[in-house]
């Protein structure tokens, strides 16, 4: 007897194989993925690893990576020609600028000022003080002009050949402001007091660029009048005080 074939019943995978399948090649794709991503880049890691290796940027934190040549990578070029420049030095560095050489210099001049006026017994006619505008020296008119005149007295020279001296060093703009009290004056050669103020700021810059060598352009001078009294108008020596020539000598960061 010939057995015949049942339709239907052919031998096969199942079809939620071929669905597994497909899952699993997908997640290794997947998987493959991201390991070509995180592949990290050999020679770019080496640069940073080098740079950190040659130059100490932290020194209290030794770097992490040995060095494999540590006495060829620290060999000082002695001829001075030309030094190899770690570029996250410029990033890191801080050198100090024009700006705050200038303060130091404003400092140390404050400092020499407030000791000549100390050995010279000069305190109680000059003063010296720092603030943002920069250093500010106020001398009384007793130091330097008879009453309503505008010409420098010889015991006030001493102390300007002492400021011009140095202010030689220095490159600072120099602004020089006379005041009066406010008793009226009237003469031939003053009409009031803005002329007498403005007259007695232009002899201290003439006396400073003649016997110093300055350059006039560094020099502002400024006639203020009776117009900004330190003290009131109402006695001999709040009068005396009112009576005075400022030197300030700028703070290259002041903007006023």
Known sequence: MIRRRKQGNDKGAPKWMVTFSDLMTLILVFFILLFSMSIVDTQKFQALAESFQERSMFDGFPSLIPLEHPAEDREV????????????????????????????????????VREYLEENNLTEYISATRDESGVVLVLQEQMLFDSAEAEILSAGEPFLQKVGMMLEDIPNIVKVEGHTDSRPIRTDRFPSNWELSGARASSVIRFLIDESGLTPERFIAVGHGDTQPVAPNTTEENLRQNRRVVIVISDPEYDE
């Open 77 to 112: 070029n002695t001829d001075f020609r030309e030094i190899e420049r770690n570029p996250l030095e410029d990033v890191f560095a801080a050198p100090d600028t024009e700006e705050e050489e200038d303060i130091e210099e404003l400092d140390q001049l404050l400092i020499e």
